[in-house]
């Protein structure tokens, strides 16, 4: 595509509740990044994919998170049992290859926990 | 600028004059900076980068420079107009860290017509 997408763009969930966050990066990028920002925060790194090398979670705040790409495409974004700490926007970006800058981000999934 | 809470650090300018937002960064092996701007419900957006073997590099009305002496980065633009009100943040990346980019707290510009 044109750009990265992100669906939902907002989404409500109650306490406890698992969510699924999906990523649509440009057609051709090998890298996918998951970055969280916090209102007023700057940004979380989450999660890297790079090809089809093992995805560097290092960043993932526990393991009620997981993320995984299908087919070194699009991904998902889990967050299982959410927590009224995980509200935030999510954002996804991808880039064409390793050491290759300027990611491409997304417009963002904005998760609220009620 | 670092954020502190929920508040990020917020620079007023009047329209047409010169904004400077600055960066410190930690990691003395950082050897690329991006910065990058982000609108109220957008992603942040590529402005201009810069590498370690430079101090300076221009863009379209923005300039950013790179001190690494005192670790310190900043953007300039010049002639600031309403459009460039956003928040505004750097980004490293050190020699060992792969392609992953570390993200600064962000400032938030403010332009007053």
């Known amino acids: 595509g044109a750009g990265v997408s992100q669906s939902p763009s907002n989404k409500v969930t109650e306490k406890g509740k698992d969510v699924e966050l999906r990523c649509d990066p440009i057609s051709g990028h090998t890298a996918l990044y998951w970055y969280r920002q916090s209102l007023g925060q700057g940004l979380e790194f989450l999660i890297y994919f790079q090809g089809n090398s093992a995805p560097d979670k290092s960043g993932l705040p526990s393991d009620r998170f997981s993320a995984e790409r299908t087919g070194g495409s699009v991904s998902t974004l889990t967050i299982q049992r959410t927590q009224q700490e995980d509200s935030a926007v999510y954002l996804c970006a991808s880039s064409l290859a390793q050491r290759e800058f300027g990611y491409t981000f997304g417009s963002g999934t904005r998760l609220t926990v009620v | 600028g670092e954020s502190v809470g929920l508040h990020l650090p917020t620079l007023s300018v009047q329209e047409g004059d010169n904004s400077i937002i600055n960066c410190a960064y930690s990691n003395s092996a950082s050897d690329y900076f991006i910065w990058y701007k982000q609108e109220s419900g957008k992603g942040p957006q590529f402005i201009i980068d810069i590498r370690s073997n430079m101090d300076k590099r221009q863009g379209q009305r923005v300039t950013v420079l790179l001190n690494k002496t005192v670790k310190h980065l900043s953007l300039q633009i010049a002639a600031t107009q309403p459009g460039d009100s956003a928040v505004y943040f750097c980004?490293?990346?050190?020699?060992?860290?792969?392609?992953?980019?570390?993200f600064g707290g962000g400032t938030r510009l403010m332009v007053k017509p």
């Open positions: 980004a490293e990346n050190g020699d060992n860290a792969g392609n992953m980019l570390t």
